[in-house]
Nanobody, 126 residues
Framework: QVQLVESGGGLVQAGGSLRLSCAAS????????MGWYRQAPVKQRELVAT???????SYSDPVKGRFTISRDDAKNTVYLQMNSLKPEDPGVYLC????????????????????WGQGTRVTVSS
């Protein structure tokens, strides 16, 4: 199986920065698309940023120009650099990765599924 572990959340003042990391572990063959969602109270889960295996990125309108997604495939890790944080940015940030991995009795069968991290909380004080 595959596990995604996030880190980097916390409390920051408005205008400040945070860098989130999400590391995948397990019998990973490759990661294709990776990205970040955020879940704020009484709001729907929102897709924040995505990055393809080729490095193409996309962002939601509210974070364009402030957030940067990147990846390090050697470390099976995706990052989210968040600058100029605003009071509307808080929430639980969840990473995902479309991971191809080995499974089965002999660990020789490949499968590709979307794996999720447990979430890391971001709080912005005004």
């Amino acid at each position: 199986q595959v596990q995604l572990v996030e880190s980097g959340g916390g409390l920051v003042q408005a205008g400040g920065s945070l860098r989130l990391s999400c590391a995948a572990s397990g019998s990973i063959v490759s990661n294709s698309a990776m990205g970040w969602y955020r879940q704020a109270p009484v709001k729907q889960r929102e897709l924040v940023a995505t990055i393809t295996s080729g490095g193409s990125t996309s962002y939601s309108d509210p974070v364009k120009g402030r957030f940067t997604i990147s990846r390090d495939d050697a470390k099976n890790t995706v990052y989210l650099q968040m600058n100029s944080l605003k009071p509307e940015d808080p929430g639980v940030y969840l990473c995902y990765a479309d991971v191809t991995y080995y499974y089965g009795t002999y660990g020789t069968t490949r499968r590709t599924t979307r794996s999720w991290g447990q979430g890391t909380r971001v709080t912005v004080s005004s």
